[in-house]
């Protein structure tokens, strides 16, 4: 096992290089009106990704206008007096590219992929709608109820969804990751055109935006296009959101959902800190290993003792969140195998947690999860998209990009011990919030296809 960790190793020392070469060749720059611009050369391929990331998502919001984000990127897609609705997309599409955008809890972005020759039309686009929509309010009145009915299809028909946004809403109490990223029914009902209005006015600016390009470009003819297309905009006064800090847990938290569902399901959160909200920054690094150790794979501690080996889970997993913009939770859902019931996979559940606060990982294990994610980061740099990704999340949760060169070298410095050290301290009943999926009979009705559960809401 040990060689075969040693051979994986070093197949990807070469990649790591070019990564390390890649990193090298990004370059930072900053308008007179306040925007970011980031530009990152990568020559494998004639094509280019430009993404739009604004410093605005759901824990923005307070109560009465959730959901407004995601209506408002709804509406960035209907127009401007240059170009009227639908002209964006039919543009990029005549030009042979694609597009796009999602909203998150902490940022909204929108991307178009191009042939690079054609960096400009994206640009010329983007700046026409950072700064002059129409909003008119039919069509707004039409997103929302698209919105509204968006809604009821990922989440009130979708049980499993529905269960994982009670979840959320009972372990955060006062964080504005207590809100769903897709609004309450009752905020979208609500929710009129000067409210958006507003919204847009506010933080739609350059001052408030991050431009990030990835691709087979010069990074000074992208800085002369980006002052060209977007130097002109106005910035707006920005006000930056109160702290709204979780207050602390102070006891296991549960909730229990019933809805129409063929199976039961469980999911489990401790609160925990993100990479920009801990104390000590490896923490955020000795989850990410623990999540792996848990979740890494067909051969990791779930999937090899849960699933194929008591079999009392049909499914289950872990996961964290290292890049959001406040504390966060650690997360573990699954579904019992028949036979078993909830209780049986929380108990399992809770053993391995357990295990992980008092026994170290081994080396051998260790090692295994280490490969696994530096592997795993080495494939996603084959992406230009996912490398703009990487630094849009950095830059616009307040995290430098610059981060993302020392993360494998952050993966292998972490100690079984460590790994140890945020079990015992972050994976405690205190920190602890449980919700389980009890099935109410189906009535006969043809269930809806189960929709994406998670952070974000594309157009």
């Keep these: 096992m040990r060689r075969w960790i040693l051979s994986i190793l070093l197949l990807f020392f070469p990649f790591t290089?070019?990564?390390?070469?890649?990193?090298?060749?990004?370059?930072?720059?900053?308008?007179?009106?306040?925007?970011?611009?980031?530009?990152?050369?990568?020559?494998?391929?004639?094509?280019?990704?430009?993404?739009?990331?604004?410093?605005?998502?759901?824990?923005?919001?307070?109560?009465?206008?959730?959901?407004?984000?995601?209506?408002?990127?709804?509406?960035?897609?209907k127009g401007t007096r240059k170009y009227p609705s639908g002209e964006f997309s039919r543009i990029i599409s005549a030009n042979g590219g694609r597009e796009n955008a999602f909203t998150g809890n902490d940022y909204t972005a929108y991307f178009q992929q191009l042939e690079q020759s054609r960096l400009e039309v994206s640009f010329r686009l983007e700046a026409d709608r950072m700064r002059n929509l129409t909003l008119p309010e039919d069509e707004f009145l039409k997103e929302v109820q698209v919105v509204m009915e968006e809604r009821r299809l990922r989440t009130e028909d979708n049980p499993q969804a529905l269960?994982?946004?009670?979840?959320?809403?009972?372990?955060?109490?006062?964080?504005?990751?207590?809100?769903?990223?897709?609004?309450?029914?009752?905020?979208l009902e609500n929710l009129n055109i000067e409210d958006l209005k507003d919204w847009y006015r506010q933080w739609y600016a350059p001052?408030?935006?991050?431009?990030?390009?990835?691709?087979?470009?010069?990074?000074?003819?992208?800085?002369?296009?980006?002052?060209?297309?977007?130097?002109?905009?106005?910035?707006?006064?920005?006000?930056?959101?109160?702290?709204?800090?979780?207050?602390?847990?102070?006891?296991?938290?549960?909730?229990?959902?019933?809805?129409?569902?063929?199976?039961?399901?469980?999911?489990?959160?401790?609160?925990v800190p993100s990479l920009k909200t801990s104390q000590e920054d490896w923490?955020?690094?000795?989850?990410?290993?623990?999540?792996?150790?848990?979740?890494?794979?067909?051969?990791?501690?779930?999937?090899?003792?849960?699933?194929?080996?008591?079999?009392?889970?049909?499914?289950?997993?872990?996961?964290?969140?290292?890049?959001?913009?406040?504390?966060?939770?650690?997360?573990?859902?699954?579904?019992?195998?028949?036979?078993?019931?909830?209780?049986?996979?929380?108990?399992?559940?809770?053993?391995?947690?357990?295990?992980?606060?008092?026994?170290p990982v081994s080396e051998e294990e260790l090692d295994r999860i280490k490969a696994q994610v530096v592997a795993s980061n080495v494939y996603q740099l084959d992406s230009v998209f996912y490398q703009a990704m990487q630094i849009g999340v950095l830059e616009t949760v307040g995290l430098d990009w610059r981060l993302l060169d020392e993360y494998v070298d952050r993966i292998r410095a972490v100690t079984a011990e460590q790994v140890r050290a945020v079990a015992r301290k972050y994976l405690v009943e205190d920190r602890l919030t449980i919700a389980e999926l009890v099935p109410l009979p189906m009535d006969g009705q043809a269930r809806r296809p189960a929709m994406p559960m998670g952070g974000s809401h594309g157009h």
């Design 17 to 77: 290089l070019f990564a390390a070469e890649q990193a090298a060749a990004t370059h930072e720059y900053r308008l007179k009106n306040g925007l970011k611009l980031i530009v990152k050369e990568d020559h494998r391929a004639p094509v280019v990704v430009s993404q739009v990331w604004y410093k605005i998502g759901s824990s923005y919001e307070y109560s009465g206008i959730t959901g407004i984000s995601h209506v408002l990127e709804h509406m960035m897609f």
């Design 163 to 187: 269960t994982y946004e009670q979840f959320n809403a009972t372990a955060f109490v006062n964080s504005p990751y207590h809100n769903p990223v897709i609004g309450w029914m009752n905020d």
């Design 207 to 271: 001052n408030n935006a991050t431009v990030v390009v990835v691709g087979d470009v010069e990074p000074g003819k992208v800085l002369r296009l980006a002052k060209k297309h977007f130097g002109r905009l106005k910035p707006s006064k920005l006000t930056p959101p109160k702290p709204r800090l979780e207050a602390e847990q102070k006891g296991l938290r549960r909730v229990t959902v019933k809805a129409p569902a063929q199976l039961p399901y469980l999911v489990m959160g401790y609160k």
């Design 283 to 359: 923490e955020s690094y000795a989850l990410d290993v623990l999540a792996g150790v848990l979740d890494g794979g067909a051969s990791a501690r779930i999937s090899r003792e849960l699933i194929r080996g008591s079999q009392v889970a049909a499914s289950a997993g872990a996961g964290y969140d290292m890049t959001a913009r406040l504390d966060t939770l650690f997360v573990l859902d699954g579904t019992p195998a028949q036979g078993h019931t909830a209780a049986d996979l929380e108990d399992a559940l809770r053993q391995q947690i357990l295990r992980l606060r008092e026994e």
